[in-house]
């Protein structure tokens, strides 16, 4: 088989939106397809990705899925940014059922920085941490040379940290995760590159039933502090 011909799809999902792109066997992006997360659970994410997949111009060899949860053994296990993901879902198989093909699937900040050690910023490097800010908060490791997601998929989940006991409450259902706080970073970044600049270093943080919620400067030490 001519090396060109060697075309996968990777599947971004994401809180908001999934992204697929066709990428070749040296890293290029032939093409790219995106819809908006849904709400309905599962089977509709399975549905949403399988669109996406098969609206490509090409037909892949094989897919790579990046969701983000933690991943074992082949099953997503806990999903806290996608709604009435209650249970271990087989991701997998779910998708090898739908679409024919060999089905790869990690956790998304661990397979962002896999990306970024075979072919982008962290290329070479031995022990290399990755940090993604978005809906939620990532974390991916490198140990040696090796990706590295601990005993059970969840090494390195920066986001559900406690670094506020008893603060505000987190997707996860916990209180105090550095993503309760943290997360929103991404949004004032998007508002401040917009028309609207938050008018004061402070926000209303709807996880809190209204309550004013601390200004950027305490999010970066409530971080830190995790």
Known sequence: ??????????????????????VDADHRVHQRAKAPTPTAGPGAVLETITDLVTSLDTAPIAVGVGIPGVVHE???????NLQGWHQPVDVGAGLTERLGLQVALGNDAN????????????????????????????????LDGRPF??????????GHVVVQAGGALCSCGRRGCAEAYAAQVDEWCRVGHGRRRPTGESRRDPRRGGQTETHLEGVGARLGRG
């Open 74 to 80: 082949g099953s997503v296990l806990t999903v806290p």
């Open 111 to 142: 397979v962002g920085l896999l990306g970024e050690w075979l072919a982008g910023a962290a290329t070479g490097g031995c022990n290399v941490l990755g940090v993604w800010m978005g809906t939620g908060i990532g974390g991916g490791l490198t």
């Open 1 to 22: 088989m001519r090396r060109e011909a060697l075309l996968v799809a990777g599947v971004d999902v994401g809180g908001t939106n999934i992204e697929v792109g066709l």
């Open 149 to 158: 997601s601990g005993a059970r998929g969840a090494a390195w989940e920066i």
